[in-house]
């Protein structure tokens, strides 16, 4: 291993995809949310305006249900499908090596070989757990940050990509 290489062993469970499964789609439902409940409180509203008595008109009520009833409901939604897909994804996971080098990635599974240079990747997000990195916009993969050996593995692997994908690299530090 050269001194800028670093190379990380990894099989993918569930639990990673979910992981990064979330993180990818919270904004969206937060924004699919968010656009309903305004659309239902104005139609509430709307619905109150038409009625005199608005302590009688059930309001109240509907409104609060709406409040918390629709966000358990999405955010229920949501997570059974994200878990869903990653039960799908990982049914085909294997067993994967990812070397990291100034020039760019290489991915070696039992089945596949591939390498691409830095420039390639549209962007690289840095989690709380993991790395991801965008090789086209809906298209992307993850490596848990557990796989590192140490944590002057996951410095180094910032550094690089401070240095070759510059803005195009959402880092934590």
Known sequence: MSNTEIRIQYTPTSSDFI???????????A???????IFLWFFTFYLAAVKTNIQDSGVVPTLLLTTIILPLALATITYLS??????????TAQPTEVVFEEDGIKTITPNSSTEA?????????ET?????????HNI???????????DREVERLREILKQRMGRKATLRA
Do not use: H, M
């Open 82 to 91: 994200i878990r869903r897909q990653a039960k799908k994804i990982e049914a």
């Open 31 to 37: 924004i699919t949310l968010g656009v309903v409940l």
């Open 128 to 136: 709380k757990s993991d790395f991801i990195f965008f090789p086209q």
């Open 117 to 125: 240079r830095w420039e390639r990747y549209e962007k690289v997000c």
């Open 140 to 150: 992307f993969f993850g490596v848990p940050k557990r796989y590192f050996s140490n």
């Open 19 to 29: 992981r990064i499964l979330i993180w990818y789609r919270w904004k969206r439902t």
